[in-house]
């Protein structure tokens, strides 16, 4: 019963296995979206849709940029609003892409399952690795994914998706 109290209180669903009932959970990520969610949403239609908590926090440095943390079951990240409207979202643990990509992946399976002529190598801020994008194609904002990669590890530390016009929030990742 605490447990059932705890879980409304959260705003987090569960079964009475403890399995969480939120679509984000073993969703897909594309240049589409996830679990329903895409870019220019607002908080209240991307926490409908997810069934999670949206909760906004303070920005440091951009006062129309918030950012709301992303913890349920095994999916771990965050998600940026620019003007209360989605931008970008970023995972570093429980999502695969809509083709098998998760964090872990190698940057050699990456570049299989993309093809490396519809990818862009870009080198990471403070010399830490590459992050890789997908061409956008017309989506009518421009999707991309991004891949940030552990240079040591030859393997990818974050997904993530969001348009790559505007705030550009894909590229910069942060507030």
Request: charge should be positive; avoid cysteine.
């Given at each position: 019963m605490l447990a059932s109290v705890l879980l409304a209180l959260a705003g987090v669903g569960g079964t009475a296995s403890g399995e969480t009932t939120s679509k984000l959970v073993g969703?897909?990520?594309?240049r589409a979206g996830i679990a329903g969610v895409r870019p220019g949403?607002?908080?209240s239609q991307v926490q409908s849709a997810w069934r999670i908590p949206?909760?906004?926090l303070p920005s440091k440095s951009i006062p129309r940029c918030r950012m709301a943390p992303i913890a349920i079951g095994p999916v771990h990240g965050y998600a940026l609003f620019e003007d209360a409207q989605l931008s970008a979202v970023f995972f570093t643990a429980g999502v695969r892409t809509d083709r098998g990509i998760g964090v872990g992946s190698t940057l050699k399976r990456l570049t299989t399952a993309y093809g490396a002529s519809?990818?862009?190598?870009?080198?990471?801020?403070?010399?830490?690795?590459?992050?890789?994008y997908t061409r956008a194609r017309y989506l009518g904002d421009k999707r991309a994914l991004r891949f940030d990669t552990d240079p040591q590890a030859d393997r990818l530390t974050q997904i993530g998706m969001g348009s790559v016009n505007g705030g550009l929030r894909i590229t910069t990742g942060r507030c």
């Open positions: 969703a897909r990520l594309s949403m607002t908080p949206i909760v906004l519809r990818l862009l190598f870009w080198p990471a801020p403070n010399s830490r690795g590459v992050d890789v």
